[in-house]
């Protein structure tokens, strides 16, 4: 897993050491077919901390506990085969030394593979103490047990020039064997909150690192709206400069054309941010490489986090072979 953080969009995306995944049990799970449909949600998870901004002190233990214990049965009342989380602590003081992924895992009875992205070990001042031992990152949890994990650390700019460490951004990749013996990429990512140049280096960055003849699902916080937000109430407005989002209309191409995935009915993409009013639907997961998204469901998370969860249902596509 990389801690590297890059002070620079121009920095070529690094590929890290395997990643060993955590197992929720001894047992094999049994191979999933790749001629079926599987489920897929993705869920930016906010540490477990709620609805409202993590506070300068962090989260009570128990408040976590609580909206941990919440998240397992949202889940698994979902069915999943794979779980893309973003937003997970790994121990971290500020919201009471849990192993998040681990706890989920658990729980599914899944087993869970993880990316930090942001270690900051005994680094202390200048970072707030909400930050002081902290791990944090991606957490991919999967049915059966992955044949391999990847992390690949994408290019972004560091949250403050004066602090030691800063938040990286990675997509997280997982492969699966399928009982056909073929394989399925597994990505999870979250994408820059600030600039909607940093989203394009970083999807370009993503749209490299999978595979153009393996079959892939790609999922997350892509930070981004789709469609575009078109409101003109003041609130959305305020989001829209704060996150950089493009207007309508705009001439250049979004993240997601360069995805090149099948088209969305627009009319169907219910908005997951800012949970519990959303507006924008940047929460999202694709698929290609003969491979489709259908059933798209958004998930209320009962306030266990800041964003609303999607659920989809993923398949080949009637023209694979």
């Excluded at 069915?79 to 790994?90: A, G, H, K």
């Excluded at 957490?139 to 460490?165: F, G, I």
């Excluded at 490489?289 to 958004?298: A, F, N, P, T, Y």
Aim: charge should be negative; include cysteine; hydrophobic fraction near 40%.
């Amino acid at each position: 897993m990389s801690r590297i953080l890059h002070d620079g969009l121009g920095v070529l995306i690094m590929l890290c050491l395997f990643n060993s995944p955590l197992q929720a049990d001894e047992g094999s799970s049994p191979l999933l077919d790749s001629t079926s449909s599987w489920v897929v949600v993705t869920a930016n998870m906010h540490v477990a901390a709620g609805v409202h901004p993590i506070g300068a002190q962090g989260v009570p233990k128990a408040v976590v506990l609580a909206n941990l214990k919440k998240l397992a049965v949202i889940l698994k009342a979902a069915d999943p085969d794979i779980v893309l989380l973003q937003e997970v602590d790994f121990g971290s003081q500020r919201s009471g030394g849990i192993d998040q992924a681990q706890y989920l895992a658990e729980a599914l009875n899944m087993h869970a593979s993880r990316a930090i992205t942001l270690d900051t070990g005994t680094h202390r001042e200048p970072l707030p103490p909400v930050l002081w031992k902290c791990r944090y990152g991606l957490a991919t949890l999967t049915r059966q047990a992955p044949d391999r994990t990847e992390t690949v650390t994408l290019p972004n700019p560091p949250e403050s020039p004066d602090w030691p460490v800063s938040e990286g951004r990675a997509l997280l990749t997982v492969r699966l064997q399928t009982r056909q013996g073929t394989s399925l990429i597994i990505g999870n990512t979250h994408l820059d909150y600030r600039q909607a140049a940093t989203r394009r280096v970083q999807m370009t960055a993503i749209r490299s690192a999978l595979p153009s003849d393996t079959p892939w699902i790609l999922g997350g916080d892509f930070n981004e709206p789709l469609p575009p937000v078109v409101s003109s109430d003041a609130a959305i407005r305020q989001l829209a400069k704060t996150h950089n989002w493009p207007p309508p209309g705009i001439d250049t191409p979004t993240l997601f054309d360069l995805l090149a995935a099948a088209p969305f009915d627009l009319t169907s993409i219910a908005p997951t941010y800012p949970h519990p009013q959303p507006v924008a639907a940047i929460d999202h997961v694709f698929a290609g490489g003969s491979w489709q998204v259908s059933d798209r469901q958004v998930i209320d998370p009962r306030e266990t986090s800041d964003h609303r969860f999607v659920r989809v249902i993923v398949a080949p596509s009637a023209s694979a072979p």
